[in-house]
């Protein structure tokens, strides 16, 4: 059975604008919520400045600075950090060998597909036991 992931169309929305306003490059940013036994339920997107030296078509980098300030807001605010999200520029949403090579367990990872105009296609990943990324089921309300 699929892991289920539901995000709020606030923050659905909130990511395909970041995704949109920074094409052609790849965007970045960490989402937060509650998670369960099989399900995450995705309440906040926090968009993050791509810190990748070079070309950011095809590639994002978190600062680690980032991350630890995103662990300190989820404790503080009693919130989960569930996961990143980045895009795709003209890409399938997919993980790529590299998104696989930077995945951690438990994180989820929302990848969208964009073009210059919209947004094509978004999905949701997960790595399983076998340190493989499993598609989960993405509902929004």
Same mark, same amino acid.
């Given at each position: 059975?699929?892991?289920?992931?539901?995000?709020?169309?606030? @923050?659905?929305?909130?990511?395909?604008?970041?995704?949109?306003?920074?094409?052609?490059?790849?965007?970045?940013?960490?989402?937060?919520?509650? &998670?369960?036994?099989?399900?995450?339920? @995705?309440?906040?997107?926090?968009?993050?400045?791509?810190?990748?030296?070079?070309?950011? !078509? !095809? !590639?994002?980098? @978190?600062?680690?600075?980032?991350?630890?300030?995103?662990? !300190?807001?989820?404790?503080?605010?009693? +919130?989960?950090?569930?996961? @990143?999200?980045? &895009?795709?520029?003209?890409?399938?949403? =997919?993980? &790529?060998?590299?998104?696989?090579?930077?995945? +951690?367990?438990?994180?989820?990872? =929302?990848?969208?597909?964009?073009?210059?105009?919209? +947004? %094509?296609?978004?999905?949701?990943?997960?790595?399983?036991?076998?340190?493989?990324? %499993?598609?989960?089921?993405?509902?929004?309300?």
């Amino acid at each position: 059975m699929k892991k289920q992931i539901q995000v709020s169309e606030e @923050v659905l929305a909130e990511m395909h604008r970041h995704a949109l306003a920074v094409f052609p490059n790849e965007c970045v940013g960490f989402f937060y919520g509650q &998670s369960s036994e099989g399900a995450k339920n @995705v309440t906040e997107y926090s968009p993050l400045e791509n810190s990748k030296e070079g070309d950011q !078509r !095809r !590639r994002f980098e @978190v600062n680690p600075l980032d991350y630890m300030k995103a662990e !300190r807001y989820a404790l503080s605010n009693q +919130v989960e950090l569930l996961g @990143v999200f980045h &895009s795709h520029p003209l890409h399938p949403a =997919i993980p &790529s060998e590299h998104d696989l090579k930077q995945a +951690v367990p438990f994180f989820s990872y =929302i990848i969208v597909s964009v073009n210059e105009n919209q +947004v %094509e296609n978004t999905a949701s990943w997960q790595l399983n036991e076998e340190n493989q990324f %499993e598609e989960e089921l993405l509902n929004s309300n």
